[in-house]
């Protein structure tokens, strides 16, 4: 007997995902597909239905699985989600017959070192080392082992390029094409002034370079890490270094034409 075919459906618990949800689910079933309740490892692709936040939070969620994505938007913007409800037998028809592309997308990983443990994070988006209750933060940085600036503001966003348009984008960061292994520090709200002077613009370095970001001495306690959105708090934080991980996630595509598409009509 030839091994069944699995395919997850990850949904959000909005009323417009739940009814894509079932409708997926029974024209999945009816192709021969079946379609599990818990997330399977050993499916051949993983469907989230929602926007762009239902799709990071089941990669989070699943901890950053290998099984492949593709997404079918019933949120907001859905820069990730590359499919709309009315597309779905298309899409099955299209996959079905493998028309269709498989990726992978980079991650931003950071190594949090306390005083009494180590920490490996992981997010799709973006990183985030910020100061807690609105409060600003005072961090060194550093660029592959070079001291770059001590730097004053909100905080940074250390961004992947598939993350490029996201937080990065509205703090006024480029877009960075995901075809480059690149990975983006950006400042939020730097202070520039006689007491203190912080870059005021993004800088884009090899994704395999490390960025170290170390609290000064009294932020050791009062520094947040944000990973695709979720907030972190760990104590007594000595250093944090960041740069693109070895570890990928994949997708699938239908056209090779959906990112400037996405582009052009999510934004303009
Ligand atoms: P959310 O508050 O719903 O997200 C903010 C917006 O960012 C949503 O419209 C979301 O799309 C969109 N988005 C997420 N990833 C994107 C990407 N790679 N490119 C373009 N747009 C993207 O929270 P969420 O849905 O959990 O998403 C978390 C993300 O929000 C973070 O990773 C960060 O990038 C972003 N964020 C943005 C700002 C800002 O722009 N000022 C501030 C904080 C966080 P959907 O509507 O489809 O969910
Ligand atoms: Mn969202």
Not at 136 to 164: A, M, R, Y
Not at 240 to 265: A, D, G, P, Q, V
Request: glycine share 8%; charged share 20%.
């Amino acid at each position: 007997m030839s091994q069944p075919r699995i395919i997850n459906i990850i949904s959000n618990r909005n009323y417009e995902s739940r009814r894509v949800f079932q409708i997926l689910k029974s024209k999945l079933e009816k192709s021969g597909f079946v379609t599990p309740d818990e997330f399977s490892h050993k499916a051949e692709l993983s469907i989230c239905i929602g926007g762009d936040g239902a799709f990071l939070r089941a990669v989070h969620n699943n901890k950053f699985p290998q099984v492949p994505f593709i997404g079918i938007n019933t949120g907001h913007l859905g820069f990730y989600q590359e499919i709309s409800p009315e597309d779905i037998d298309r899409f099955i028809d299209d996959y079905i017959n493998k028309r269709f592309e498989t990726f992978e997308m980079s991650l931003v990983e950071a190594k949090v070192f306390t005083d009494k443990k180590n920490y490996f994070l992981n997010a799709v988006n973006e990183i985030v080392v910020r100061g807690q209750k609105s409060k600003v933060i005072h961090l060194d940085v550093f660029v592959d082992g070079n001291h770059l600036e001590k730097f004053s503001g909100d905080g940074i966003i250390i961004s992947t390029p598939h993350g490029s348009t996201g937080y990065n984008f509205s703090a006024g960061g480029a877009i960075i094409h995901p075809r480059l292994s690149a990975v983006q520090i950006n400042p939020i709200a730097p202070m520039s002034s006689r007491a203190y002077r912080s870059l005021p613009n993004p800088i884009v370095v090899p994704g395999n370079w490390t960025i170290g970001v170390h609290p000064e001495q009294r932020y050791k306690n009062g520094t947040t890490i944000v990973l695709d959105g979720t907030e972190m708090f760990y104590k007594d934080i000595i250093k944090i270094n960041l740069r693109i991980s070895s570890k990928k996630i994949s997708r699938i595509s239908f056209s090779s034409h959906t990112y400037w598409e996405n582009l052009k009509t999510k934004f303009l």
